[in-house]
């Protein structure tokens, strides 16, 4: 029976797993791992891949896949994305139907929030140039 011979480990790959041996070394019976080596083996499989990352490591395949899907759901949640432009089209709404929550900060840490319901998009505009202008 004949068997691959085992792929070189990269260096990154090779530093941080020697730090997850020197940590299990110096447990006794079986701890959670750190945060920090966590989200060093989140980083290596972005780079390396999950598998790879895993065997080479010596975590649960599932366990590093959920830190990795963690870490990608938190840099997709659009909660945390903050808007810089905003692009209203009039033709594709109706004012009667608009509805919608405004929160503005101005350079001077002014700060507005408006639940707007049915007014048109002019009006919301003129809103807009009072505010920035400090009038509003």
């Given at each position: 029976?004949?068997?691959r011979p085992s792929p070189k480990v990269p260096g990154p790959l090779s530093r941080v797993r020697r730090q997850?041996?020197?940590w299990r070394n110096?447990?006794?019976g079986r701890k959670r791992l750190p945060p920090e080596?966590?989200?060093k083996a989140v980083?290596?499989?972005?780079a390396y891949g999950l598998n790879r990352t895993a065997r080479v490591l010596g975590v649960k395949h599932d366990s590093l896949k959920k830190h990795l899907e963690?870490?990608?759901s938190d840099a997709s949640d659009p909660?945390?994305?903050?808007a810089e432009f905003l692009e209203l089209l009039p033709r594709q709404m109706n004012p009667s139907s608009l509805e919608c929550t405004l929160e503005?900060?101005?350079a001077g840490g002014a700060k507005t929030r408006m639940q707007v319901k049915g007014v048109g998009i002019p009006d919301l505009v003129s809103f807009a140039r009072l505010f920035r202008d400090g009038r509003a």
């Amino acid at each position: 029976m004949r068997t691959r011979p085992s792929p070189k480990v990269p260096g990154p790959l090779s530093r941080v797993r020697r730090q997850f041996e020197q940590w299990r070394n110096q447990q006794q019976g079986r701890k959670r791992l750190p945060p920090e080596l966590w989200a060093k083996a989140v980083t290596l499989a972005q780079a390396y891949g999950l598998n790879r990352t895993a065997r080479v490591l010596g975590v649960k395949h599932d366990s590093l896949k959920k830190h990795l899907e963690t870490v990608a759901s938190d840099a997709s949640d659009p909660g945390k994305a903050q808007a810089e432009f905003l692009e209203l089209l009039p033709r594709q709404m109706n004012p009667s139907s608009l509805e919608c929550t405004l929160e503005w900060e101005d350079a001077g840490g002014a700060k507005t929030r408006m639940q707007v319901k049915g007014v048109g998009i002019p009006d919301l505009v003129s809103f807009a140039r009072l505010f920035r202008d400090g009038r509003a």
